[in-house]
């Protein structure tokens, strides 16, 4: 039989152990990736309240089988509007959006170059499909030059990375990437998963250097306030897609709620373009506050905030004295992050008022890492 106690106990002797907690109401919240402040916005839910009673709780089928509504194609048709491609295919999840585009258009003739930092979703979609791998030191040009120079197969070949990389809030440089795969002959895939709402008017990273890959990924479930996935990307991959990607053919389709909740947020994100301009800036002066005091936030470049540790326990301890004084910012420690890089993850939202940054970074700047 099976026994857990001793792997258990390795991941505890490390430091390692992941345990669930509630969300508590009476915290400052800074572990959220509701970067627009509209999970709870009144218009969301009224929305998904609509499309339940209208639609009821599930579509209990697959899109493929009796599981297609009409809010489902307007949500994709807008998606695809949002990030300038032709088309787009709503998924599960971000997480089910990647394995399923990668495992399906990538096989074991191909080649896929990776960024190092990628989301774990991005790896799991390649190694699904037995694709050659190779990962090229973070957004370092020079060596993932180095690997298309040097490294060719009988297929296709891949470039594939996070546009925001979501544990260390920077960006990949997105203008280099095109042209080296248009040098090279390769297709560019873009995970735009925290950058969508909020980077190029809400249409994401590529939209706003005017950079348009084969497939850009996105979810619902951060900036848009809702649940689900989606890849956007010309006509003939999405139908290829339908036709091949396993995640999306043997997986019901979202659930009513969501794709209403997300129109709304498109939406709202339509009618205040700033919004995410607004977040960057607050976010800049939020880094300027905990820089201040000594705490190295880099290389953030957006919401995404990071207070390097280095240790586990350190970082954990840390955490837990954040909490003690009301904000909630959860240690990220590895395999999330390279060992010896445990940090502390804030994301600035518009729910943060200047006074809830000032209280953050007060509370931050107050404590000591030991
Ligand atoms: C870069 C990236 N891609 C994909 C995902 C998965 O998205 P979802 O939460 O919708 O499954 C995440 C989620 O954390 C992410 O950070």
Redesign the pocket.
């Known amino acids: 039989m099976r026994t857990y106690g001793g792997d258990l106990a390795r991941i505890e002797k490390d430091g390692l152990t992941r345990r669930l907690q509630l969300r508590r109401s009476d915290m400052l919240e800074f572990s959220s990736?509701d970067y627009l402040g509209l999970a709870d916005h009144p218009r969301l839910k009224e929305a998904s309240i609509k499309a339940i009673e209208m639609w009821g709780s599930s579509v209990a089928a697959s899109r493929l089988m009796s599981g297609n509504i009409g809010l489902h194609e307007q949500l994709e048709n807008r998606l695809a509007r949002l990030t300038g491609m032709e088309s787009a295919l709503l998924f599960g999840?971000?997480?089910?959006a990647?394995t399923g585009l990668l495992s399906s258009i990538t096989s074991r003739d191909d080649l896929v170059f990776a960024d190092r930092l990628n989301?774990a979703?991005?790896v799991d979609g390649a190694s699904l499909s037995r694709a050659g791998v190779f990962r090229y030191r973070h957004c370092d040009m020079d060596h993932l030059e180095y690997f298309l120079a040097n490294r060719t197969c009988s297929g296709n070949r891949f470039i594939v990375t996070?546009s925001l990389f979501?544990m260390d809030g920077d960006i990949a440089p997105i203008r280099k990437l095109e042209e080296l795969s248009l040098c090279y002959d390769c297709n560019l895939i873009i995970?735009e998963?925290?950058a969508v709402g909020v980077f190029g008017n809400g249409g994401g990273i590529c939209r706003e250097y005017g950079v348009r890959p084969h497939a850009v990924?996105g979810?619902?479930?951060?900036a848009l306030g809702s649940?689900?996935?989606f890849v956007a990307g010309n006509a003939e991959l999405i139908k290829y897609l339908i036709n091949n990607a396993r995640t999306f053919i043997y997986s019901t389709g979202l659930p009513p709620a969501a794709p209403a909740a997300a129109l709304k947020a498109l939406d709202i994100i339509e009618s205040q373009p700033d919004s995410g301009r607004k977040l960057l800036e607050m976010a800049a002066d939020f880094r300027g506050m905990i820089e201040f005091s000594g705490f190295s936030t880099s290389p953030s470049e957006s919401q995404i905030v990071p207070v390097h540790v280095g240790e586990n326990r350190k970082a954990v301890a840390f955490s837990e004295y954040l909490e003690r004084n009301g904000v909630s910012a959860v240690a990220i420690r590895p395999p999330t992050v390279p060992a010896g890089t445990a940090r502390i993850r804030l994301s600035v939202t518009l729910r943060h008022s200047r006074k809830d940054l000032s209280y953050a970074a007060e509370v931050l700047n107050s404590g000591s890492i030991q």
């Open positions: 990736n999840s971000g997480f089910l990647n989301h979703s991005l996070d979501s995970d998963a925290h990924i979810t619902l479930s951060k649940y689900g996935g």
